[in-house]
C-alpha cells in the first residue's frame, strides 16, 4: 500500500480518535448537568421545581447521556481494534476500558433506574433515591474526568503483552473507517440503540484477526 493510499485512512483515523474525544467530553457534560439539576431537586422546597429538575435530568438520560456513552463505549473500542493501541499492550488502555465498561454498566443499569424511581416519587411530592443517585453520579463523574486524562497523560508503559508483541496488525484501509465513523450516525438515526455499532465492532475485529492470522506479503510483492 503506497503512501498516497493510506493518506486518507490516516485522516479518517484522526477523525475518529476527534469523534472518541467530543462524544466522551459530551458524556461528562451531560452526567454534570444531570447532578446539577438532582441537586437541585434535593435542595428546593417547591415540590414543582423538585419534579421539573428531575424530570428534565431523566429526559437528558434517556436523550442525550445514553446515546454518548454507547458511542464513547464504540468509538474507543474502534480505536482499539483498528490502531496499535490495542486492548491490553497499554496500562492506561486498561484502565480506560475498565471505566468506561464500569460506567456503561453504573449509569445504564443503576442510575438510570434510580432516576426514574425519583422522577416517579417526585411526582407524589416525595424525592425517592435522588440521594444516592448524586452520590454513585458523582463517582462516575470522578472516573470519566480520570479516563479523560488517561487519554492525554498515556501514564503507566506497556503491559507485559505489549511489550513481547513484535508484530504490527495490518492497517485498516479507507473503506473500513468510513463504515466505523458513519455507523453511530445511522445507528441513532435508525433508533436501534447501538445494535448497528455493535455489529461494525465484532465484524471488524473478526476481519482483524482474520487478516492477522493471514501471512502478509512482501512490500516489494504487494506494490507490484
Known amino acids: 500500500m503506497t503512501a498516497a493510499s493510506t ?15 467530543l462524544v466522551t467530553g459530551g458524556w ?3 452526567a454534570v448537568g444531570m447532578a446539577a439539576l438532582s441537586f437541585l431537586a434535593l435542595r428546593t422546597a417547591d415540590p414543582a421545581l ?3 429538575a428531575l424530570w428534565m435530568a431523566h429526559v437528558l438520560d434517556d436523550d442525550v447521556l445514553v446515546p454518548f456513552a454507547l458511542t464513547t ?28 465498561v464500569g460506567g456503561l454498566y453504573l449509569g445504564v443499569a443503576w442510575l438510570g433506574r434510580w432516576l426514574e424511581e425519583a422522577v416517579a416519587a417526585s411526582a407524589a411530592g416525595g424525592l425517592g433515591p435522588v440521594g444516592i443517585y448524586l ?5 462516575l463523574i470522578g472516573a470519566l474526568m480520570l479516563a479523560t486524562w488517561l487519554g492525554v497523560a498515556k501514564p503507566g508503559g506497556p503491559t507485559r ?25 445511522l445507528d441513532w438515526a435508525a433508533g436501534v440503540y447501538g445494535g448497528l455499532m455493535a455489529t461494525v465492532a465484532l465484524a471488524c475485529l473478526a476481519q482483524r484477526r482474520w487478516r492477522s492470522r493471514t501471512p502478509q506479503q ?7
Open 7 to 21: 493518506r486518507p485512512a490516516v485522516h479518517l483515523r484522526r477523525l475518529l480518535v476527534s469523534m472518541h474525544v
Open 28 to 30: 461528562l457534560a451531560t
Open 50 to 52: 423538585t419534579h421539573a
Open 73 to 100: 463505549a464504540y468509538t474507543g473500542v474502534m480505536l482499539g481494534v483498528l490502531t496499535p493501541w490495542g486492548f491490553v499492550r497499554h496500562r492506561w488502555v486498561v484502565t480506560k476500558l475498565l471505566i468506561t
Open 135 to 139: 452520590v454513585w453520579g458523582a463517582l
Open 161 to 185: 503483552w505489549g511489550r513481547n508483541r513484535t508484530r504490527r496488525p495490518p492497517a485498516p484501509g479507507t473503506p473500513t473507517y468510513l463504515l466505523v465513523l458513519v455507523a453511530p450516525v
Open 218 to 224: 512482501p512490500a516489494a510483492t504487494r506494490n507490484r
